[in-house]
Nanobody
C-alpha cells in the first residue's frame, strides 16, 4: 500500500520560503509521477507541480514558475517542493499525490491514485 506523508508547512511572511517534503513508502517509485496540489478555503484543489521519479522531468502551473521547484531524493524516497518568494495567494493546504505510469502533464486530481493528508501553508502579508 502506497503511503505519502507531507511535512514542512507553516506560517511565513510574504517573500519568505518554505520547503515541503513528501515521504513515500510501500512501493518502488521509479515508474511513478509525483505531484503537488493545493486547495485554498472555498476553492477547488489545483495542480502545482509534478515530477517523473526516474527521468526527473518536471511540470509547473504558470503561477509558480520561477518561484517553486519540485525535486526528489531517490535514496530517501522523498519528493520536495521548494517554495520561494511566497505570496498570500499561495496560502492553502498542500497535498502530495502519486500516479504509476503517469506523465508530468497530468494536472487533474482524478488522474492520481494516492494522496497524502496535506500540510497547511499560510503566507501573511
Amino acid at each position: 500500500q502506497v503511503q505519502l506523508v507531507e511535512s514542512g508547512g507553516g506560517l511565513v511572511q510574504a517573500g519568505g520560503s518554505l520547503r515541503l517534503s513528501c515521504a513515500a513508502s510501500g512501493r518502488t517509485f521509479s515508474s511513478y509521477i509525483m505531484g503537488w496540489f493545493r486547495q485554498a478555503p472555498g476553492k477547488e484543489r489545483d495542480f502545482v507541480a509534478a515530477i517523473h521519479w526516474s527521468s526527473a522531468s518536471t511540470s509547473y502551473v504558470d503561477s509558480v514558475k520561477g518561484r517553486f521547484t519540485i525535486s526528489r531524493d531517490n535514496a530517501k524516497d522523498t519528493v520536495y517542493l521548494q517554495m520561494n518568494s511566497l505570496k498570500p495567494e499561495d496560502t492553502a493546504v498542500y497535498y502530495c499525490a502519486a500516479k504509476e505510469y503517469g506523465r508530468v502533464w497530468y494536472r487533474k486530481g482524478g488522474e492520481y491514485d494516492y494522496w497524502g493528508q496535506g500540510t497547511q501553508v499560510t503566507v501573511s502579508s
